[in-house]
């Protein structure tokens, strides 16, 4: 089991900044990659950003050049820095682990975090 927990969103203003952080807890171990995903009002979650334990990334093409994910392994922290926000990215963010063990891929999310970017 891994626990995540989130910090860092609230509400800014057009063209504002944040920081998401998310640190994990319970079976770091199995832990591959961590990412974020948000949910906007009235839409489905989507990915916005992932980091593996080798340190590839990967983001959502509505965050590339905006967004950087980075990743503190020895705090089993996951950040998402967020600059010039735009009200699209008004969502919910989760914070998401994936594990391995012996088998398929669990994922793991945290609570989530409200992120609002007035207009």
């Known amino acids: 089991q891994v626990q995540l927990v989130e910090s860092g969103g609230g509400l800014v203003e057009f063209g504002g900044s944040l920081r998401l952080s998310c640190v994990a807890s319970g079976s770091i171990f199995s832990i591959v990659a961590m990412g974020w995903y948000r949910r906007p009002p009235g839409k489905q979650r989507e990915l916005v950003a992932t980091?593996?334990?080798?340190?590839?990334?990967n983001y959502a093409d509505s965050v590339t050049g905006r967004f950087t994910i980075s990743r503190d392994n020895a705090k089993n922290t996951v950040s998402l820095q967020m600059n010039n926000l735009k009200p699209e990215d008004t969502a919910v963010y989760y914070c998401?682990?994936?594990?391995?063990?012996?088998?398929?891929?669990?994922?793991?999310w945290g609570q989530g975090t409200q992120v609002t970017v007035s207009s």
């Open positions: 998401n682990a994936r594990t391995v063990v012996a088998g398929p891929f669990v994922d793991y």
């Open positions: 980091i593996t334990n080798k340190g590839m990334t």
